[in-house]
């Protein structure tokens, strides 16, 4: 089970930008996505996730300018972010909680992490 992340970049305060994680793998059943941040010499902390049953929560931070959502059928988590602030300046990491099947078909049930991608916000 892969995640691949996409749509960080530079942008100035006050923008917007998109982000897009997509889990890929072989009989996978996908439960919760999030989306995390780690800033320089800062903690990983949790931004936003999502339940399979599409029940979300976002941190204070960030609500009313970040928003998740999901496109179950393409197993694809997105962070719509407004308003950027400069103290959102961070690398933004996906993860999944998911089941696949192994050889012996037999559930497997784990968490994979993206590998991040870089948002930036100048002042």
């Known amino acids: 089970v892969q995640l691949q992340a996409s749509g960080g970049g530079l942008v100035q305060a006050g923008g917007s930008l998109r982000l897009s994680c997509a889990a890929s793998?072989?009989?996978?059943?996908?439960?919760?996505m999030g989306w995390y941040r780690q800033a320089p010499g800062k903690e990983r902390e949790a931004v936003a996730t999502v339940s399979r049953g599409g029940a979300t929560n976002v941190r204070d931070s960030v609500k009313g300018r970040f928003t998740i959502s999901r496109d179950y059928a393409k197993n694809t988590v997105y962070l719509q972010m407004s308003s950027l602030k400069p103290e959102d300046t961070a690398v933004y990491y996906c993860?999944?909680?998911?089941?696949?099947?192994?050889?012996?078909?037999?559930?497997?049930?784990?968490?994979?992490w993206g590998e991040g991608t870089l948002v930036t916000v100048s002042s």
């Open positions: 993860n999944a909680d998911y089941i696949s099947y192994n050889s012996r078909d037999e559930p497997v049930v784990g968490r994979v």
């Open positions: 793998g072989s009989r996978l059943t996908v439960n919760e």
